[in-house]
């Protein structure tokens, strides 16, 4: 684990290693709710090392993986870059606009955050179909000292749940909720 909490889990732990099944499992969930035919654009919000963005890159126009830490995009890079991958830094602490896409995705970001309220409007205001978002739903803040939120399973779906925002699915992933969020047609 880095100083600022990424991980590679292939480079850590190794393909077949629980963690790296754990991480990846969210990833490849994530490509069963894109529509490959559509091609579309995938903004992974937190993407670390970008392990997660080039598993998504397969089946979808283009992605642009997005961390804050500038040591982790210069790894992604350099390991996980293909030409339909962008990788940029990216503050989501601050208060900016965030990229238009198709798919929002982050996973184990909101937890990090100072303002995950701010990060939930920014990602709501991107999105144009769908977010996909993750986060421990069990105490971890005394535990992990990255960690600056926690959240039950209602407070996090709170968060993204609206009148614009409806859930699609939402399961649990032992200590992980993940939540996948539809954008509602104007008509309702």
Request: hydrophobic fraction near 35%; include cysteine; proline fraction near 6%.
């Amino acid at each position: 684990m880095s100083p600022n909490g990424w991980i590679d889990p292939i480079g850590s732990y190794g393909p077949h290693s629980r963690q790296w099944l754990g991480h990846s499992w969210r990833y490849y969930m994530a490509v069963g709710f894109t529509n490959a035919d559509k091609r579309e654009v995938i903004g992974d919000f937190g993407c670390g090392v970008g392990y997660g963005s080039y598993i998504m890159s397969g089946n979808t126009n283009y992605v642009f993986g997005y961390d804050a830490d500038p040591k982790a995009i210069e790894i992604a890079s350099k390991k996980y870059l293909k030409d339909s991958i962008n990788y940029q830094v990216m503050n989501f602490d601050e208060e900016i606009e965030l990229p238009e896409v198709d798919v929002a995705v982050s996973f184990e970001t909101l937890e990090h955050l100072k303002n995950p309220q701010n990060f939930a409007a920014m990602l709501k205001a991107a999105a144009k179909r769908l977010i996909i978002i993750s986060t421990p739903v069990t105490p971890t803040v005394g535990v992990n000292p990255h960690h600056l939120h926690d959240f039950t399973e209602q407070s996090f779906q709170d968060l993204f749940l609206d009148d614009v925002w409806t859930l699609w699915e939402f399961v649990r992933q032992g200590p992980y909720g993940v939540l996948v969020a539809y954008r509602k047609e104007p008509d309702g």
